[in-house]
Every structure is written in structure tokens, then in C-alpha cells.
């Protein structure tokens, strides 16, 4: 084999090698922390408050999956407008609610949470930051009054920066659910409160789910972005 041969064996030889990588690189070497943010399958963005001596009336607003199981696989995102009633009231069913949204109303009877006894209805639309809210709520022949302000927005630590941290510490947890392009889990991001329901204190809760029922969470302050909790 002359030198001219052996150049070009050479150079085709290397060319394949660079082709072989490239495809190795694009297909089979993807990044987890994009694979975890593309199967998120909840996504809470913000968060509006009322309450008087009996009741305390939440609005959260994003996008989740649907249909929405918690099985660690991922489905198509629709958007979610939750109204959740927290009450001391006794003897209640089936309180009837009516949420304005910027003079759209949207009703329904709020169903009952056997986990934590709340009442909640979903009116199927995101809500902006800025819109102008207001729930009126049913029970038996006793109307209450409520107009919802967004405090989500003040605080240090957004959706998007609370999804930075918590996958962050979550990393490696990710790296495990990756083979080849796929990623075999899911991951929520949600606002949840103290549950005493005293320090009217809000955190984000990331969280990232395997398809054998195994989650893993991160507990952020949604003031400073300190991990108040990992496991």
C-alpha cells in the first residue's frame, strides 16, 4: 500500500470515527438536567391568597400533565387554575364556588380532599400575574366573599429559579433516570405551605418521581432559595 492509499485510509478512517462520535453525542449522550426540565409534569407558577376568621382561600395557577398520575411517566401539559378552600367550618358538602377572573366567572362544586380535608375546584385556564380575582363560596344558605391577591410575586425565588435549584441538588438522582435519550421519571414543581397553616410561610417543593414509585424532593424558602430539606 502506497503512501497516498494508506493517507486516504487514514483520513476516511478518521472521518467515520468523527461521524460515530458526533452521532454518539447527539443521540446517545444526553443532557439529564434538559431531559429532567422537558418531563416536568407540574408546574405551579403563581400563587394568589384571602382569608377571613373561618376559611383561607388559595389560587394556584401553571401547567400540568393530562391525564395526571403519578406513575414517573410524563404526558402532555394542559393548563390548570386550582382553587383550594381550607376551612373550620363543620358539616359542610359540596360548597358551591364561583371564581372571577378579570370578569369571566367560572363555576362549579368544589370537591372534597380526603388527604388534607380541603375543598378544591379547576377551572381548566392559567391565570396571570396580574389579574384581578375574586371567589365567592356556597355553603348552605351562608355566602363568603373573598378577592385573592398574587404574593407570589414577591418572592426572591420563581418557578424557573426554584426548578435551577432543586435539580441542582437533585442531579445525581437525575443522571440515574437517564438511558440513551430517554428519561425514565417525572418531576413536579409545586408551591406548598406550612401545614399548621400558622406561619403563612410558602416554599417550593421540586420533586422527581421513577416510573417504581420512588421520589425524591427538595424543600426550597421561596425568600432566600436556602435548601431547607433534600432526601
Not at 25 to 52: G, H, K, M, W
Not at 148 to 167: L, M, Q, R, V
Request: charged share 20%.
Amino acid at each position: 500500500m502506497n503512501k497516498r492509499r494508506i493517507t486516504k485510509y487514514v483520513v476516511g478512517m478518521l472521518l467515520v470515527c468523527i461521524g460515530v462520535l458526533l452521532v454518539y453525542l447527539l443521540c446517545f449522550n444526553a443532557n439529564p438536567i434538559l431531559l429532567a426540565t422537558q418531563n416536568i409534569s407540574e408546574l405551579r407558577q403563581n400563587y394568589f391568597v384571602d382569608s377571613d376568621d373561618l376559611n383561607n382561600v388559595c389560587v394556584s395557577t401553571g401547567t400540568r400533565e393530562d391525564p395526571y398520575l403519578l406513575d414517573g411517566i410524563h404526558n402532555e401539559m394542559i393548563d390548570f387554575g386550582i382553587i383550594v378552600l381550607k376551612t373550620s367550618l363543620l358539616g359542610i358538602s359540596e360548597p358551591y364556588c364561583t371564581l372571577t377572573i378579570n370578569d369571566v366567572d367560572y363555576t362549579g362544586v368544589m370537591e372534597r380532599n380526603p388527604y388534607d380535608n380541603t375543598y378544591v375546584m379547576d377551572v381548566g385556564q392559567f391565570i396571570p400575574s396580574d389579574a384581578v380575582l375574586s371567589v365567592k363560596i356556597q355553603v348552605q344558605d351562608t355566602e363568603y366573599s373573598f378577592t385573592p391577591t398574587i404574593i407570589s410575586e414577591d418572592w426572591e425565588i420563581d418557578a424557573t429559579k426554584a426548578t435551577e435549584i432543586g435539580f441542582a441538588n437533585l442531579e445525581q438522582v437525575i443522571k440515574n433516570l437517564v438511558s440513551g435519550t430517554q428519561f425514565l421519571g417525572e418531576c413536579y414543581v409545586k408551591i406548598v405551605s406550612d401545614p399548621s397553616n400558622q406561619l403563612e410561610m410558602f416554599y417550593w417543593y421540586v420533586s422527581v418521581l421513577d416510573r417504581q414509585g420512588n421520589t425524591h424532593a427538595v424543600v426550597i424558602d421561596s425568600s432566600s432559595g436556602t435548601i431547607l430539606s433534600c432526601n
